[in-house]
């Protein structure tokens, strides 16, 4: 069984702060990780991905997560925030069981960048 | 084409009626996904098809909902008698599989029930 946890559904930063959207998860198996993001009126686009090896990992649009397997987090994190960065973001988790990966997603953290 | 293809991209319907929405996968994607988005939602799973297996139906809502894969290609998630609480974005996603599970999701179809 696996889940994932995002604290906070709603986050508000000032444009130029650091963004931290937290995610923790649960697998009886060790996971891939995904981040996620919806802008309005879209679908759902990949920021990023842990699977093996490095467990610091970069995505699109300066955003980067690291994988904690000892306090089972992946949290985002982007240095400065852009006006462009408001959207809904969304964790995942994959766990393989038998043959598949099955993505068992976050609710979702809202953030707004204010000027 | 190159993404996940959903079709109609809006869909308005009266309350009572069955509504059919349409997702074309990723070619040589085996892993398909439905979800939907509440206005101001989460993703709410419902179905998960994976190759042959039999599919993971158990987020599905009612059983006025259910969901096909012909060919192990294109889904259609069919809802009966729809109600206006049936509103939302249905998004479909594909993967393969195993793979790392990475799913690419199409745009979604905005269903309404007036």
């Known amino acids: 069984a696996q889940s994932v946890t995002q604290l906070g559904s709603h986050v508000s930063v000032s444009e130029g702060a650091l963004v931290l959207l937290r995610c923790n998860y649960s697998?009886?198996?060790?996971?891939?990780l995904f981040w996620y993001v919806q802008y309005p009126n879209q679908g759902l686009q990949l920021l990023l991905k842990?699977?093996?090896?490095?467990?610091l990992v970069k995505g699109i649009n300066g955003f980067e997560a690291e994988f904690k397997k000892s306090e089972t987090s992946f949290h985002l994190t982007k240095p400065s925030a852009h006006m462009s960065d408001a959207a809904e973001y969304f964790c995942?988790?994959?766990?393989?069981?038998?043959?598949?990966?099955?993505?068992?997603f976050g609710s979702g953290t809202q953030l707004t960048v204010l000027p | 084409g190159a993404g996940v293809s959903q079709s109609p991209s809006n869909k308005v319907t009266e309350k009572g009626k069955d509504v059919e929405l349409r997702c074309d996968p990723i070619?040589?994607?085996?892993?398909l996904y439905w979800y939907r988005q509440s206005l101001g939602q989460g993703l709410e799973f419902l179905i998960y098809?994976?190759?042959?297996?039999?599919?993971?139906k158990s987020g599905l809502p009612s059983d006025r909902f259910s969901a096909e894969r012909t060919g192990g290609s294109v889904s259609t998630l069919t809802i009966q008698r729809t109600q206006q609480e049936d509103s939302a974005v249905y998004l479909c996603?594909?993967?393969?599989?195993?793979?790392?599970?990475?799913?690419?999701f199409g745009q979604g179809t905005r269903l309404t029930v007036v």
């Open positions: 098809f994976q190759g042959n297996s039999a599919p993971d």
């Open positions: 842990y699977t093996t090896g490095a467990t």
């Open positions: 996603a594909s993967s393969t599989m195993p793979g790392t599970g990475e799913a690419f």
């Open positions: 070619s040589g994607h085996t892993a």
């Open positions: 697998s009886s198996v060790p996971p891939y």
């Open positions: 995942a988790v994959s766990s393989l069981s038998g043959s598949a990966r099955q993505l068992t």
